[in-house]
């Protein structure tokens, strides 16, 4: 199926030049690269502007309430593994309102893959700080919290203990669609972070800057080396590409919901034979 | 109409009058007393007796005072009675949490330490028998040191009393202590000395029908019930009282091929649950009234985008962190009107644990027939208890989802003019990729900001609650004489105070809905016909049950009874309100 033949009729309701488009075409090419069918795929979200994103997508998707997009994915993904299971969202959803929520699912190690959109505020709202929002951004615009430290989330889900974490940016499409390609392939929780361009409540060349802070880690760097992925983190720039994979035979071990794949749905689920009056 | 009435298995159902026991035994942590208790109940259980066991706690939930009281009798118990028969206590400083839980009256029998001298509280009550004392302590001076069991030596007193055969207890020891069997041995020494002590008093000798019965506690019943009617998810957080819900779920649903996921909070527990439902498969949470709170908005989501969900209150004493072992019917508000927007869902009650099962089935049916949150409302009281039950003989088939297949049409949410609900997409069924939205969306499932498109998909929303309304009108269990001038309306788990009360009060009838929310009011407003005086009866100090049936019908002229939960009511309560006596049981 190729990648347009996944999305629905719906046209987004995101503003002109918004990085959640790249997402949503990154995310349908992987998808079509993957040759996953719309029935066996689940597309679930929060609340905000990306996470309008699942009815985009011809799936199984739900756009429920703000902060819970992880435990209904996690419910979904659990009783039924064999759906491929995407969320997506925002940084206020993700990290601000249903952050409670991200190191358990990390801890569970379902296999979900989680796509946030970060495009360091909040624009459903109409310009609030999120939890990502520069100390100098916030300063210089007289937002709430010009003293409180953003959050550095890709340290977090590291330190939570992350199966597999990468970094993309919304304007390099082939470099998403390869990100999101390896992370729904990936047989645990999956973490991809997305730096996005807001058009109306960043600047206007917000999606450059963060580009220009951005670098490709190189080739030789090692993603199974959790030590390098911290590191790669916290030096205020951002690593672009997979920072962190856990090699396959340790994720064996841990991985609850890709331990017993031969399991089979519920009968009410797979009998032909329901009533249909 | 036809209404449920109440009715007894035909081997009770004689005119013959409940004999029981009330039995009490207080200790201290490390005292066990509630083996005693467990073992007793499981013993009566076998000879086919009837009874339930309460447990009282001091302030702690672990350590410090406890109380079991133990009813056993003839025939189906699911009160646990008014006066103290039998108080076993090791130390009278022991008694003083336990105010309001113990009676004696003038045939009670008092079985205490003999070393000690400690005055009993005056609110117990007193007894024309004399007290029968027993070396349960090991003394070192005036200095009380661990010696042999005390509740071995209290459970052979019992025994003894009972008339109950040293081998009984064996077995039920046996039986409770299967993996370390020298347990029993090694206990078996103490027992056998105290069930040859001298002079023990006996007690009224009951009489089982033979026939072994099953011990189930609330809780238990509650996810088993849920099983049987097609449960194959779970996801659940701790609260007292409602953990062993998911306690035994975690021992028993995995093995029959269900999932089971400890969450992180209430508002992840009912979000998995939710996402579990949109996949198709039954699926349900069991919380108490703080977790229910965390779970509102999810709710609403449940109803919004019309998955089925299952959620079981526990109710304990309320608000915030309140009391959280002991009993109320406080979340009677929340259950029927929390959340923000309009939204439909239906609320059920649980009289006992007999009950619970078929409530369970009951709660699936509706969630998966009408794609909406069903709330069961329980409630410390029935959820803690151990009660006696026959066996369970649930032949009915699982309530199961209308699938969704190409001929139901392309909108997910259409509204149809004769049908309430809409075949339901199963994720995996090729062509019935839909959106799912708590955002208010049309009947194809897109987002709107419409404010006609809100009217009518509330409107078809709603229209669900019509025919549940339709549905469940006879789900009520009326008692007593229909023609009694005199009338009580309750819920949940006054039930079997009640169902006694009646017994020995023939000028009352009693009403109890076994559905809050739609209420079955035209059973009710049948019922009440003729009434000359009417109560309703309630733990909740707002009396939230009798405003919520002046929002329904008029209710001029009825008494509310409503006090704040704690301790469930009882029949002297009942009667001293009511300013008729509580008669006397049979003893």
Known sequence: ?277 | METRTESMPASVATATPLRSLVIAIAGSGGDGVALIGDLLLKMAAHQGLYGMLVQSYGPQIRGGESAVVLRIGDREICYEGEDTDVLVCFRAADLKRFRGSLHLHDDSLLILEEKDTGALPEWLGTTNQPVYRHPFATWDGDVEVAGEPKNMMALALLCRALGWPEELARQAMAERFSHKPALVDRNMPTFRKAYDAPNVPQLLQLKGHGVPLVVETGNEAVARGAMSAGLEFFAGYPITPSSEVMETLIDELPAAGGRIIQAEDEISALGMVVGASFGGVPSMTATSGPGLSLMTEMMGLSSMAEIPTVIVDCQRAGPATGMPSRTEQSDLYHAIYGGHGDFPRAVLGVFDVVHARDVMFRAFELAENYQLPVLVLSDAYVAQRRQIRDGVTDRRDKPRRWRWTPEDGPARFAITGDQPVNAFRVPGTPGGTYLAAGIEHTEDGNPSADPGVHQRMSEKRFKKLEAIAADTRTWVRTMGDPAAAKGIIAWGSSYGMLREWIESHPEYRVFMPEILHPFPIEAFTEWRKGLLETTTVELSYQGQFHRYLSSLTDMNGVRSFARSGGLPMSMRELGEMLGVPATRKER
């Open chain 1, 1 to 277: 199926m190729k990648p347009k033949d996944l999305r629905t009729e719906l046209l987004p309701v995101w503003c002109t030049g918004c990085g959640d488009f790249g997402v949503l075409k990154g995310l349908t090419q992987a998808l079509s690269d993957l040759e996953i069918a719309p029935e066996k795929l689940a597309v679930i979200s929060g609340i905000g502007c990306s996470s309008r994103l699942p009815g985009y997508v011809k799936a199984y998707s739900f756009n429920t309430i703000h902060g819970r997009a992880l435990p209904i994915a996690s419910g979904l993904k659990t009783a039924r593994p064999e759906l491929t299971t995407v969320v997506v969202g925002g940084d206020g959803d993700g990290f601000s309102i249903g952050l409670g929520h991200l190191p358990h699912a990390i801890r569970r190690d379902i296999n979900l893959t989680y796509i946030v959109m970060d495009n360091g505020i909040y624009g459903l709202t109409k310009g609030q700080a999120s939890p990502t929002t520069e100390l100098e951004s916030k300063r210089t615009r007289g937002l709430a919290g010009g003293d409180e430290q953003p959050l550095n989330p890709v340290l977090l889900v590291l330190s939570a203990g992350c199966g597999f974490v990468a970094r993309t940016h919304a304007g390099n499409m082939p470099h998403m669609r390869e990100m999101m390609k390896q992370a729904i392939e990936y047989p645990g929780f999956s973490f991809v972070h997305v730096l996005a361009g807001c058009v109306t409540y960043q600047p206007r060349n917000y999606s450059d800057q963060l580009l220009q802070r951005s670098y490709e880690l190189p080739a030789e760097y090692d993603k199974s080396d959790l030590g390098a992925a911290i590191t790669a983190v916290r030096d205020g720039r951002f690593a672009l590409g997979v920072i962190y994979k856990r090699p396959l035979e340790e994720v064996a071990a841990t991985a609850g919901a890709t331990a017993d794949e031969d399991w089979t749905p519920p009968d009410a689920v797979l009998k032909q034979d329901l009533p249909t009056e």
